[in-house]
């Protein structure tokens, strides 16, 4: 039943994509569709249930343009400390912890940090995750984590936890 739930999401992810019922669209939507499961089905979504909650869609509707949000705050920021030579710059790798529990919520908390002008995710090691930072500010994890993940964490958690 995961499997047909999974494949049906897909293929319509599909269908939306390519706006397209030719043949050729519709039978390599099948072939994709089925290889991604194929490959990565453990990984894929979280339950098929628990896919099309409408409240998790919800949440994960409001998370785009909140990320949108971030992602054009950091920009701003990042261009000011590239035209103001005054601006501090003290990059750095530091550790932050989530208490995100899920595979999928990390990966979607580390690709939202990334697409962050000026933090970028290095890896993943349980609830750590190391960021190379523009400018490293605060004195521990805490502070770290609240200034880097504080924002998406708890909108990731209502949509994956």
Known sequence: MKFIGEFIILFG?????????????????VVISLLVIGLVGDMFLFKAGRALNPI?????????????????LANLDVAYRVIHPDLPIRPGIVKVKTSLT???????????????PGTLTVDIKGDELYIHWI?????NVKDWSKAIIGRFEPILRRIFE
């Open 13 to 29: 992810v599909w269908l939306l994509l390519t706006w397209s019922l030719a043949p050729a669209q519709l039978i390599a939507g």
């Open 56 to 72: 998790r869609i919800f949440w994960m509707i409001m998370y785009i343009p909140y990320l949108i949000w971030y992602i054009i």
């Open 102 to 116: 899920t595979d999928m919520a990390k990966t979607f908390l580390a690709n939202s940090i990334t697409l962050t």
């Open 135 to 139: 400018y490293v500010h605060g004195n």
